[in-house]
Structure formats: C-alpha cells, structure tokens
C-alpha cells in the first residue's frame, strides 16, 4: 500500500480501479482488470479434488528432491534425503471416467459465483449507519447491497 494515495476520497468500488492503476506512473502505470462480472472466479478446488487426491499421501516437509517424469505424469518420485532410496506416490485418483474432447479443447471449472456476494446482515447495518456521509447516489447503492 506504499503506492497508493490512502487519503484519496473514494465512495464507489470502481473508483478504486483508477486509484490503484494511478498509483504508479513509472516504467508504466498498474493494468488493473475489473472483476465486476466475477466470470473470472472459477471453482478450481472442486473441479480438481475430482483428478487429483485431496491430501498428500507423503510427508512434503521430509521432502528433499522430487521428480515428475513425462513417462509416467500420474507418479510423483521424491526422497527424504539426498542419498536415500526413491519412493513412489501416485497423486492421481485411478477410478475416473475421461472424457474424450477434439484437439485442441479443454474442460473449466464452473463459476464460483452466480451473482453478486451477499454480505452479513451486521456488516449490512453497519453500512446503513455510516452512509449519512456519503452522497446521496452513494448512499443509493450501500441501500441496495445484498445482505443476508
């Protein structure tokens, strides 16, 4: 937060984008992406825990060399020690139907979210307190924020 101008009088989440692309002028100036229609946000953590297995079946801290070999990408090879025997670990649940997709297409993850996050109904009060100091169309928008 070194960069940003922290008295800045911001009322609306948009106005941030400028605030923070502004930040910094030299070599260039912050590209900042709007996440307004949140289709970025995928659910990676479910699409992956149907592949991948959810805990690791091996202690990673012991862990000092660790090899994944192009013949065999299902197996991880890692060893305790530097001089120590190699162990084997498949990280890839066996039981799984694969799905045949033409060259060049890929399977992604479902939205993470459907539409805008519903805050919790104290967050919500607090905000319909603190909206006497805004502007009138700020205080339009913290009325309509969905809340639990």
Known sequence: ????????????????????????????????????????????TKFLADIYMTKCLFSTRLVRELTVTKNHPPMMIHRDSYNGREIENVVIKQKRKRLSLPEKYFLLPTLAYDGPIAIPKAKFEDLQHLKRFCSQKAQAFFTAIPHC
Do not use: H
């Open 1 to 44: 937060m070194g960069l940003v101008k922290q008295k800045t009088y911001v009322e609306f989440p948009q106005e941030w984008n400028a605030v923070l692309r502004d930040s910094r002028s030299k070599p260039s100036l912050f590209k900042v992406i709007s996440c307004e229609d949140q289709s970025i946000f995928k659910s990676w």
